[in-house]
């Protein structure tokens, strides 16, 4: 980095919620006439966004996370499309890139591309960053994920990813996925879950694993200031326990993305609950789906 521009304190103070009350996006009764953006983009602080896909581009309709440092900034998950026509990913990226450099000027800036886990709609837009310049991406499969953050040799590790100044905490939090990641930002507090925790359809890969993997949370937690648990979908509806239906390209009715560490411990009990035979249960904002 050039020492001569400003140096932003990531390591200051400690982490405050913001409210995240946000109308996202949440589809429309006809595809055909979606008036959308196809990404929404939404600035937590003028550090961090979370961006949400449209989904008459596709249901899931995932959210991502950019979050900037020093050095470089880091996209947390690509998305459900590759069609860089339909979903402008890198474009929209590169935009919030330049509008934050053009606040924070500084030469030599880069991007990291990292994932929550490997499924298709979490990784189909990596093909539109393979170009770019001053930018690596980090292949979500489990052999190389955890070769990059070290889990290979210690799936108990906490690898720590330094944007410059504003260094992530990463945990290995297989069940889900066997190459499921789970990220922590000392900046903001964000507990980042993929698909491990959010307000829907828990699919779970490994019942043993999960069950192991809640536990790790819930320890990791609360060791630190954790202001939002923020997962990668919202499937849920408001009425507790009743999710939308696979598939489902409108959903007016959505509860908020963000959870707490309170749903970690709901989790656990839920698995407890459902004991060594697992099931489809529905909880009030989850639903177990072994």
Not at 156 to 166: F, K, P, T
Request: glycine residues 8%; proline residues 8%.
């Amino acid at each position: 980095m050039d020492t001569g521009t400003s140096w932003v304190d990531f390591a200051a103070g400690v982490p405050e919620p913001r409210a995240l009350d946000v109308p996202w996006i949440h589809g429309s009764p006809s595809a055909k006439h979606n008036a959308d953006p196809d990404i929404q983009v939404h600035g937590y602080d003028e550090h961090t966004f979370i961006l949400r896909q449209n989904m008459a581009i596709n249901y899931e309709a995932p959210f991502l996370f950019l979050l900037f440092g020093n050095d470089r900034a880091v996209l947390i998950d690509t998305g459900a499309t590759a069609s860089a026509e339909y979903f402008p990913l890198r474009r929209t990226v590169d935009e919030l890139v330049a509008e934050w450099l053009t606040r924070n000027p500084r030469d030599g800036y880069g991007l990291l591309v990292l994932h929550t886990h490997p499924h298709g709609d979490h990784v189909a837009g990596d093909a539109q960053f393979a170009d770019r310049p001053a930018t690596t991406v980090v292949a979500a499969d489990r052999s190389t994920a955890w070769e990059y953050f070290g889990f290979t040799e210690d799936p108990g590790a906490v690898a720590r990813i330094d944007l410059g100044g504003r260094v992530l905490e990463c945990l290995a939090t297989p069940g889900h996925h066997d190459a499921a990641v789970t990220f922590y930002d000392p900046w903001t507090g964000f507990l980042l879950t993929g698909d491990t925790v959010y307000p829907g359809r828990l699919y779970i890969q490994d019942w043993v694993a999960f069950t192991r993997t809640i536990d790790r949370l819930i320890e990791f937690s609360d060791g630190r200031p954790v202001t939002h648990v923020l997962g990668c979908h919202i499937e849920m509806t408001r009425e507790p326990g009743v999710d939308y239906p696979i598939r489902t390209t409108y959903q007016p009715d959505e509860p908020p993305l963000q959870m707490t560490t309170r749903h970690l411990r709901e989790i656990r009990a839920a698995l407890a609950e459902v004991g060594d035979r697992p099931a489809r249960r529905a909880f009030p904002d989850f639903i177990l789906c072994p």
